[in-house]
């Protein structure tokens, strides 16, 4: 119904930048709320950030004034913005897509996109 397709990730050096891009497939991609995860190896999925449909934003602690979300839905697309990378960023970022209808909760993720930081 919905897929997403995040891209952007790579080696990046301490201070460095980097966009990520969340691309869903469909024409009512801009009706969803969506948020940016990551996860490193052995530790649990934490949120990074949020973007309703109506444009509201919302950040986690340790990102806050480092990264940006933002939206573009005539391109079905969410973006993160990531600067001042520090080594603790090195996570797999998924992108997660949320509407809830009658009751009911659709989520979806994509494949993710690897971000690593180091000198």
């Known amino acids: 119904q919905v897929q997403l397709v995040e891209f952007g990730g790579g080696l990046v050096q301490p201070g460095g930048s980097l966009r990520l891009s969340c691309v869903g497939s469909g024409s009512i991609f801009s009706l969803y709320d969506v948020g940016w995860y990551r996860q490193a190896p052995g530790k649990q999925r934490d949120l990074v950030a949020t973007?309703?449909?109506?444009?509201?934003?919302n950040y986690a602690n340790s990102v806050k004034g480092r990264f940006t979300i933002s939206r573009d839905n005539a391109k079905n697309t969410v973006y993160l913005q990531m600067n001042s990378l520090k080594p603790e960023d090195t996570a797999l970022y998924h992108c997660?897509?949320?509407?809830?209808?009658?009751?009911?909760?659709?989520?979806?993720w994509g494949q993710g996109t690897q971000v690593t930081v180091s000198s």
């Open positions: 973007i309703t449909s109506n444009g509201n934003t």
């Open positions: 997660n897509a949320e509407r809830t209808r009658w009751g009911v909760t659709n989520l979806y």
